[in-house]
Each structure stands twice: as C-alpha cells, then as structure tokens.
C-alpha cells in the first residue's frame, strides 16, 4: 500500500510539473510573438520590408550563398 501512495504522490507531482511547464512555455511563445509583430511594425514603419530571395544555393567560386539563378529564362 506504501507504494501505491508514492505512485500516487510522484504522478501528482509530475502532473502538476508538466502543466507549470506548459503555462511557461505558453507565455514565452506569446512573448516572442509579440516581440516579432513589433519589429515588423518598426520596420514598415521606417521603409525597410524584408526582401524575399527565394531560394538560396552556395555559390562555391566566392564561397557564399546567393539567390539562385533561373536558367533558361
């Protein structure tokens, strides 16, 4: 009977650990979020949209990664 207290206790204990965990990671997600939304906000603000290059592929004569190029086009 001992035993199955301590199973009772530790089951409770990892429970109540894992929906602390979850409140946690909850709010740091919304955190980042926001934060994200705010940096858009100040760079449209300012003019400075982000660029979309596509897809990238490394270039090895100068050793870095550029916009890939459409053959044929």
């Given at each position: 009977?001992?035993?199955?207290?301590?199973?009772?206790?530790?089951?409770?204990?990892?429970?109540?650990?894992l929906?602390?965990?979850?409140?946690?990671?909850?709010?740091?997600?919304?955190?980042?979020?926001?934060q994200?939304?705010?940096?858009?906000?100040?760079?449209?603000?300012?003019g400075?949209?982000?660029?979309?290059l596509?897809?990238?592929?490394?270039?090895?004569?100068?050793?870095?990664?550029?916009?890939?190029t459409?053959?044929?086009?």
């Open positions: 009977m001992p035993q199955l207290v301590a199973v009772f206790v530790v089951g409770a204990g990892l429970y109540a650990g929906k602390w965990l979850t409140k946690v990671l909850e709010s740091q997600a919304r955190v980042a979020a926001r994200a939304e705010e940096l858009k906000r100040r760079a449209a603000e300012q400075r949209v982000p660029k979309d596509g897809t990238l592929e490394y270039d090895p004569e100068s050793g870095v990664y550029k916009p890939r459409r053959r044929g086009a």
